[in-house]
């Protein structure tokens, strides 16, 4: 889509235009996905951010509305959970007055069934769900909390129930840990209207303790489908989307692969995110951000704020999944829960 209200065409080094912000509206979570938060560092003492350095609702939506006016499309919520953010269907009824711009969210869904309502209510477009398993034994194994896998897939029908469509599942596959949830999630969901993507396990983060061997590539991953189902290539959404969907030759729905370790996308990428306490990251991997709180609180203007991430997306050249041979391991990496997944 074009965007009348910039005179040039905003474009990083690499040609990419910006189109997409995730905003992570909390560093907190319920859940301890070892993936992602391991109970190990995310104990009881973990320094997570105080209140003061949260964005509140009000600055959030003012950088939504200033993204808006150079050429975002699409704002993610994420986090952390960002459905444990008190009253977060507030932030959604203010960031779906902003023309051209949809608002997605992604959750693990254990809140879901009682929010889908209001968040339906406040105009939240899309949203995604994170399930990695269907028997409960692997999905509490997956999760490390104390919620049932009936809890999220009671979300799920209380999502569409309440109206939402094209709801997307997602879910990481760690090898020797929820292989078997390939073939339980898509026989679940097969024939229905929502979407499986199988994400493949990355080295995002500094706690996880990523290793090679547990990443299953998405090859290995549509091979065990099309052992079942046998499928065929799928339309790109939109451009930039970051599955890679295929269709059931029976037509019955979709499933989607995410490959962001054996495949990168990088090329296509129009992302940028924002910290749970205002930092600006340009790509999930990056190691410093361009501290905007900073600036919203010692009163720039919204014109100086749109100069500030012009010449931040201007200079953007990352492409990390595509040098992860070269880069990894060197530098201490940032938290998925903080700057959104
Ligand atoms: N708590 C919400 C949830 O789980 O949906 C939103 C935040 S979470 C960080 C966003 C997404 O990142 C989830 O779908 C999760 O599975 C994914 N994720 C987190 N750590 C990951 C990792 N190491 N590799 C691949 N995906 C990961
Ligand atoms: Fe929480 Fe989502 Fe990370 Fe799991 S993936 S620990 S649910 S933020
Ligand atoms: Fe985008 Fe960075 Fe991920 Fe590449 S590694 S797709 S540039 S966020």
Known sequence: MNDNRLAFKLVDQLERPLRDLRISVTDRCNFRCSYCMPRAVFGQNYPYLPRPDILSFEEIARVGQVFSTLGVRKIRLTGGEPLLRKNLEQLISQLSLLPNVETALTTNASLLAKKAYALKEAGLNRLTVSLDALDNATFQLMSDADFDVEDVLQGIEEAHRVGFENIKVN?????????????????????????????????????NNWHAKEVVPAKEMKETIERMFPLKDGEQSYPGEVAKSYRYEDDSGKVGFITSVTQ????????????TDGKLYSCLFATTGFDLRQQLRSGASDQALSTMIIALWQKRSDRYSELRQIASGEKKKIEMSYIGG
Do not use: Q, W
């Not at 990481?172 to 209207?193: C, M, P, S």
């Open 171 to 207: 879910c990481v596959i760690k090898r020797g840990v929820n292989d078997h949830a390939l073939e339980d999630l898509t026989r679940y969901f097969k024939g229905t209207a929502i979407t499986v993507r199988f994400i493949e396990y990355m080295d995002v983060g500094s706690t």
């Open 264 to 275: 990168p996308f990088c090329g296509d990428c129009t992302r940028i995110r924002l910290s």
